[in-house]
């Protein structure tokens, strides 16, 4: 069973940087593929960007591509969601995600087998 734990969620304002972190309690090498979700309020889970344990293969939601930048270090078992120029709809709960396999589709959050409970981001305008 792997868990995952979120922090570095907060308060910003627009236009401002914020880095949220996903702990696991296992070897991160064990669990090919990571990604981060999102959920706003009264909206479904997005999903936000993906990382292979290869640390070469990355991907990202058009809402936050050239704004977010996703990482993973293998040897702490900790991945990273770095976003910059926040809006104020990236509001939302940021949930960590990550799956045994390579998933051929990073983007489906039923492909995930194991969740964080997730994170608070708040950016104000």
């Known amino acids: 069973q792997v868990q995952l734990v979120e922090s570095g969620g907060g308060l910003v304002q627009a236009g401002g940087s914020l880095s949220v972190s996903c702990a696991a309690s296992?070897?991160?090498?064990?669990?090919?593929?990571m990604a981060w979700f999102r959920q706003a309020p009264g909206k479904e889970r997005e999903f936000v960007a993906a990382?292979?344990?290869?640390?070469?293969?990355?991907y990202y939601a058009d809402s936050v591509k050239g704004r977010s930048a996703i990482s993973r270090d293998n040897r702490e078992n900790t991945m990273y969601l770095q976003m910059n120029s926040l809006r104020p709809e990236d509001t939302a709960v940021y949930f960590c995600?990550?799956?045994?396999?390579?998933?051929?589709?990073?983007?489906?959050?039923?492909?995930?087998?194991?969740w964080g409970r997730g994170t608070q981001v708040t950016v104000s305008s």
């Open positions: 995600a990550a799956a045994g396999t390579c998933l051929g589709n990073v983007y489906g959050s039923q492909n995930y087998e194991y």
């Open positions: 296992v070897s991160t090498f064990s669990v090919c593929t």
């Open positions: 990382i292979y344990w290869s640390e070469t293969s990355t």
